[in-house]
């Protein structure tokens, strides 16, 4: 038997650790948590041979090592420790941070977004060293602890430290498969601009019958901007920000066709989602829309008196919280500017804070780094992967500016791991597949030809 054949126990005992540690970026009640974790990661790349550190940024640590190996040819395994926080308690069927194994899945918050999919990089690199006593490929870690809030130091982080990051290709293992049986290679992600529009009313709390139809009413004003954003009319709906859709790259002709040829289900879809129809953009298919068009959500929408029984009273205040996801050639800062200037339209006092900025990324089919993949996921999973886009966003656009190398993004989790949701999981098969793929990558890109 091989060494990962015996070492099962203690792999998935190890990644029990990691995940008991509830490592909430969110919250300040978990900052000491996040040290915990840092140190966890640090000293887990340690036992695996690599050179770790822990590094300082403007808010929580990143954690970095590296791996000489017999090419210079060099792998950037990036990944976060930070997990979203745990929710309501009542909807979890066992505790969040005790891993609990039922039916082949591992339940706990973090276990699939992201600790099981880049822990399986490091227990990779220890196996192939043990077996053949170094790495066909110089390996390098950036496993980070913002990732769940924004990843607001990252990009200086990366910038600052270009040249000990230096890779070839920045490898990513934080997105599902394309279902529980069929592996998913990720062309890209949309990009995401996250904003906060506060609007502003009367400096007290006043009554609504000696005030009422004089003044603007916070919550009537944040309607009438929410509703301004995006023309809803039936199923149809659209972004009515100026110049949203002006730099959208239309999805080229030979990538439609492929998401045809998959034969997405939207009946299937909508039963697994409890809805009873679907809507958005006309002219695209379901799969289109999550993945390669751009969007506007609302979030969260807040003001006035909420309690029980009535108050009659103008607030002082309402807001509303609203992403908009991003195709490539958008640029988030640019909607930005035409998001203010639309709001000014309204005549509406207002405050706009903005979170997060993040540009869409691109590999296209027929990458040699997408073959290289290819090759490697079939090798682990038993079949031959599917090419899409993801819906979300992994701050990822600036490696190739800053540290010359192209993302390529496998994902180990599954469709049905619930991420940020309550009863989290992973597939404790998915973690021995995903392991495999990393294996099989590094020996791939061992033997790659540049050109």
């Not at 990009?155 to 230096?166: A, G, Y």
């Amino acid at each position: 038997m091989g060494y990962l054949e015996t070492h099962r126990k203690q792999f998935l005992s190890e990644l029990y650790e990691l995940i008991r540690i509830p490592s909430v970026s969110a919250q300040s009640e978990h900052k000491g948590d996040m040290k915990k974790a840092s140190l966890w990661v640090k000293n887990a790349l340690k036992d695996v041979g690599a050179k770790a550190d822990i590094k300082k940024t403007g808010g929580h640590p990143v954690v970095t090592g590296e791996i000489k190996g017999k090419s210079d040819f060099t792998i950037l395994f990036y990944g976060h420790y930070d997990v979203q926080p745990e929710g309501d308690l009542k909807e979890w069927t066992s505790p969040p941070f005790e891993p609990t194994l039922r039916k082949g899945r591992v339940y706990a918050r973090g276990g699939a977004d992201n600790k099981f999919q880049f822990y399986s990089h490091l227990k990779a690199c220890e196996t192939i060293t043990e077996e053949r006593g170094e790495l066909p490929v110089t390996v390098k870690f950036l496993i980070e602890g913002e990732e769940e809030v924004g990843s607001e130091n990252l990009k200086s982080f990366v910038k600052k430290n270009s040249k000990s990051l230096n890779a070839n290709v920045v490898f990513i293992a934080d997105s599902p498969t394309y279902t529980e049986k069929i592996p998913n290679i990720s062309l890209g992600v949309r990009g995401l601009l996250y904003v906060q529009i506060d609007v502003r009313g009367p400096r007290r709390e006043l009554h609504s019958g000696i005030h009422g139809g004089v003044l603007d009413n916070p919550n009537e004003a944040i309607s009438h901007i929410v509703s301004s954003l995006k023309r809803k009319v039936g199923k149809e709906e659209r972004v009515l920000i100026p110049g949203f859709y002006d730099d959208v790259v239309p999805i080229p002709k030979k990538e439609r066709d492929y998401i045809k040829s998959l034969k997405f289900n939207d009946k299937k879809y909508m039963r697994e989602m409890g809805v009873k129809r679907l809507v958005g953009e006309m002219g695209y298919s379901t799969l289109e829309k999550r993945t390669a068009r751009p969007t506007l959500e609302v979030h969260g929408l807040c003001g006035g008196y909420i309690k029980e029984g009535a108050k009659t009273s103008i607030p002082t205040n309402a807001f509303a919280k609203v992403s908009m996801r991003l195709v490539p050639k958008q640029d988030p800062q640019k909607i930005y500017r035409n998001l203010e200037n639309h709001l000014k339209k309204t005549g509406f006092p207002y405050a706009l804070k903005q979170f997060s900025g993040e540009k869409a990324y691109m590999l296209p089919i027929g990458h040699p780094f997408i073959d290289v993949a290819t090759r490697a996921v079939k090798n682990a999973w038993k079949q031959n992967p599917v090419y899409t886009r993801e819906g979300g966003t992994l701050p990822i656009y600036f490696f190739p500016e800053y540290i010359g190398a192209e993302n390529l993004m496998v994902g180990y989790g599954s469709p049905s791991d619930n991420w940020h949701g309550p009863n989290e999981s992973f597939l404790l098969e998915n973690f021995w597949k995903g392991l495999n793929t990393s294996i099989n990558l590094m020996d791939e890109f061992g033997s790659f030809k540049r050109h």
